[in-house]
């Protein structure tokens, strides 16, 4: 039986996407992020954010890089899965990083922006 797994995420742009050239692909990066609200033991609500490492490919990373592509600050609908990788940082540590390579990135609200001047 084959397995599988699946990422997805409904979370708010933190910056404009970046766009890397990888040999003859076409790579963006994205930074998502998703957040909770939830009380602590005084009763306080504290809302916690989580950041999340989105690598767009090829077509998909085209489109997001377009003047219509997501924005810092707009929602976004990604689809993907969970990646993880390990390598060996500047100090000789073993260094690990987890990023999602997405599949699908849909606008759901684009932010207000303030007008132009």
């Given amino acids: 039986m084959?397995?599988?797994?699946k990422f997805m995420c409904l979370g708010r742009m933190g910056k404009d996407p970046e766009s890397v050239q990888v040999g003859t692909s076409v790579k963006a990066n994205l930074s998502v992020a998703t957040s909770k609200s939830h009380q602590d033991a005084s009763g306080n609500w504290v809302e916690e954010t989580d950041w999340h490492s989105v690598e767009l490919w090829n077509d998909l990373a085209v489109r997001v890089l377009s003047d219509?592509?997501?924005k810092k600050g707009d929602i976004v609908l990604i689809e993907g899965e969970v990646r993880y990788r390990q390598y060996?940082?500047?100090?000789?540590?073993?260094?690990?990083?987890?990023?999602?390579?997405?599949?699908?990135?849909?606008?759901?609200?684009?932010?207000?922006?303030?007008?132009?001047?």
């Fill in 2 to 5: 084959r397995t599988y797994q």
């Fill in 68 to 70: 219509v592509g997501p």
């Fill in 88 to 117: 060996q940082g500047q100090d000789g540590t073993t260094k690990y990083a987890t990023n999602i390579r997405g599949f699908v990135c849909s606008i759901m609200e684009r932010s207000q922006k303030a007008p132009s001047q």
